[in-house]
């Protein structure tokens, strides 16, 4: 009899235990903790998100001002030499790729044209060259941008090519030419604000200089015996470009 009582003691015992213990849901079974009506879930693990960013294609189209200055030394010793100043409209257009990237980056291939302008050089004598200045540059530009707003980026403006300088002589009375077709070395460095109207669509405000030198051969002219004189020297023409561009992004 007091074998039945202790083996029915010990049943109880077991079951009382069990009854007490509280079990919960962790990731599908679950799972038991000797502490009643309390529950603790199993902390998820956050993945990190990538955002994939692909590079995006993009072209521009951009109208504005180009003023010119250039100068040409014909006497190093008495600081003289051709100069002329001249503003005329200028167009290009440029086809790029937004790396899309941490830091930030475009690069473009872009094709622009001035004008040619009349211009009056100025040489240290009485007479002056009056001729049409104009030129086609084409540029490889490294555009690192940073983000202003949600909407807008500022744009630092670096480029790097070559130019095709044309001078027509337009009065050959004043005895002076310069060589035409010449192809110069071409820089730029420039700032300029890329501000979105829609996801595809934005407009470009832009500030440039852009640097081209190149080596003119120039010389004096009789209308009976034709050149008399003939050299060539380093010319450097300066231009300060006011742009406004619409860029559309694929």
Known sequence: MKRAILFLTIILTANATNAATTSYHTNGYYRSTPYPNYYTPTPKHEQTKTENNPTRFYIIAKGGYNLMYGSMYTDDDNNEGLTFSAGRPI?????????????????????????????????????????????????????????????????????????????????????????????????????????????????????????????????LADIYIGYIESKAETFVMHNCQFMLGAKYTF
């Open 91 to 219: 167009f290009s257009g440029a086809l790029g790729i937004d790396l899309n990237r941490d830091p930030s980056l475009r690069l473009e291939l872009e094709l622009a044209n001035v004008a040619p302008s009349k211009a009056k050089f100025d040489h240290g004598w009485d007479s002056k060259l009056h001729a049409d200045v104009g030129y086609t540059s084409y540029m490889l530009n490294v555009i690192p941008y940073f983000k202003a707003t949600d909407t807008m980026d500022f744009d630092i403006i670096l480029g790097l090519g070559a130019a095709s300088v044309d001078f027509t002589d337009t009065d050959h009375d004043d005895f002076l030419y310069l060589q035409s077709g010449k192809i110069a070395f071409a820089a730029k460095v420039g700032i300029g604000l890329d501000i979105a109207l829609t996801d595809n669509f934005s407009i470009l405000p832009e500030v440039q200089y852009n640097l081209l030198v190149t080596t003119v051969k120039y010389g």
